[in-house]
């Protein structure tokens, strides 16, 4: 059984001497790192965390905010943990998963994730129903529908290359590709 810490910087101000410092302390013999991490830059020091830890190990972190950005994301990550049979503690939450309640802690995570799940969707819907209220019109806008229109009558005319078409609608190739099969099925069905 190895213990296996994990620090990452989470802000301007924040170092990683206090983290490793801490986790030092706690007996961790190999300490991976992440510093300078944005929201979409990949954390190389917990992939290869997450690579190195074995069956038996502990992934030990200060707080629970420096293995994951999101509640989602902690779950995905505490999810292969216990399926791999790898215990986690975060020093600073105090959640340690090898005690007798460590399945609980798990399983409280996977409750949480999906109450933020059902919040962000009831927030999403609700949106929607306050701008159609407001008369916001949903999908596609009528110049989207012309543009498609025109780069199909332009294929069809066969004066015209994709890239033509592609140029003088802005559209993608596989939008007016898309386009071209849906008007070609709905002809064959007229």
Do not use: P
Request: charged share 35%.
């Amino acid at each position: 059984m190895a213990k296996l810490g994990y620090a990452r910087v989470a802000g301007r101000k924040d170092t990683l001497e206090k983290q490793v410092v801490v986790l030092k302390e706690f007996g961790c013999t190999k300490i991976f790192t992440d510093d300078h991490t944005t929201k979409n830059s990949e954390r190389s020091g917990l992939k290869a965390m997450l690579e190195y830890a074995r069956e038996g190990d502990v992934v030990i972190v200060f707080k629970m905010d420096r293995l994951a950005r999101s509640i989602q994301e902690l779950q995905q990550i505490t999810d292969e943990l216990k399926e791999r049979e790898i215990d986690f503690i975060s020093l600073t939450q105090n959640i340690d998963t090898s005690s007798e309640n460590g399945d609980a802690v798990f399983n409280w995570i996977d409750i949480f994730a999906d109450f933020e799940r059902e919040v962000h969707s009831e927030r999403v819907r609700s949106g929607i129903d306050n701008a159609r209220e407001k008369g916001v019109k949903m999908g596609r806008s009528e110049a989207d529908i012309e543009l498609k229109e025109n780069a199909y009558e332009m294929y069809r005319s066969g004066n015209h290359t994709m890239r033509d078409i592609v140029d003088a609608t802005g559209l993608s190739r596989a939008t007016i590709y898309r386009y071209i099969e849906k008007k070609k099925a709905s002809e064959k069905t007229v």
